[in-house]
């Protein structure tokens, strides 16, 4: 296989695997953003997390929501809980790296927030610690994760919204939670702001 070849292969595979993932998740997409319009409505905020790529989701779902996506419009209260380093290392030195997400949780979510927990794996352990946490202080998740959802799919209450991209690959993944995260963007300016 030559290289032209095998980059064109990544093409394909994400391509067919967006499409796939499509089909599959658009109307739970929708929901999710029905539901964290609701929390916004509310006076709540979303907490979001990850590790490493989903980390990165989680910051840019936060920055979008509090700058802005692609229209102008006041800031949408987003937090995401990958980025303050004092933080995640004094609770990673001083307790353990698993508490990170779930010890912020439990300083700075309320009962009319949203937890935004992203684990491509659905094992990641401070992503399902960060869950049981929102539940504890009443808020509803939302999971982005892949594979068979792993452990996170064990854990989610009735009420919680789960989107399982129907792949193996982490890059697929990951390129499909990067995708999901504008589509909320972008839904839940829709329905803040109206018009195309």
């Known amino acids: 296989?030559?290289?032209?070849?095998?980059?064109?292969?990544?093409?394909?595979e994400s391509i067919?695997?967006?499409?796939?993932?499509?089909?599959?998740l658009s109307p739970a997409i929708a929901a999710a953003a029905e539901q964290m319009v609701a929390c916004l409505m509310n006076e709540g905020k979303i907490l979001a997390c990850g590790n490493g790529g989903s980390a990165a989701d989680a910051q840019?779902?936060?920055a979008e929501m509090v700058g802005r996506f692609e229209k102008?419009?006041?800031?949408?209260?987003?937090?995401?809980?990958?980025?303050?380093?004092s933080a995640l290392t004094a609770i990673g030195n001083d307790y353990d790296f698993d508490m990170v997400?779930?010890?912020?949780?439990?300083?700075?979510?309320?009962?009319?927030?949203?937890?935004?927990a992203i684990s491509a794996s659905g094992n990641s352990a401070n992503v399902i610690e960060a869950i049981?946490?929102?539940?504890?202080?009443?808020?509803?998740?939302?999971?982005?994760?892949?594979m068979d959802g792993g452990k996170v799919a064990e854990i989610l209450s009735p009420e919680d919204i789960q989107l399982i991209v129907p792949a193996l690959r982490r890059c697929r993944i990951q390129e499909v939670h990067t995708l999901v995260v504008h589509a909320l963007c972008d839904t839940i300016d829709y329905m803040l702001l109206g018009g195309e």
Do not use: C, W
């Open 72 to 85: 102008e419009r006041p800031g949408l209260a987003a937090i995401s809980l990958a980025t303050d380093s």
């Open 16 to 24: 067919a695997i967006k499409q796939e993932a499509m089909e599959l």
């Open 1 to 12: 296989m030559d290289l032209i070849d095998r980059v064109s292969g990544h093409f394909l």
């Open 60 to 62: 840019n779902f936060a």
């Open 101 to 116: 997400f779930s010890k912020q949780v439990r300083a700075l979510g309320h009962t009319n927030d949203l937890l935004l």
């Open 132 to 146: 049981y946490a929102a539940h504890e202080r009443g808020m509803s998740v939302i999971a982005l994760t892949g």
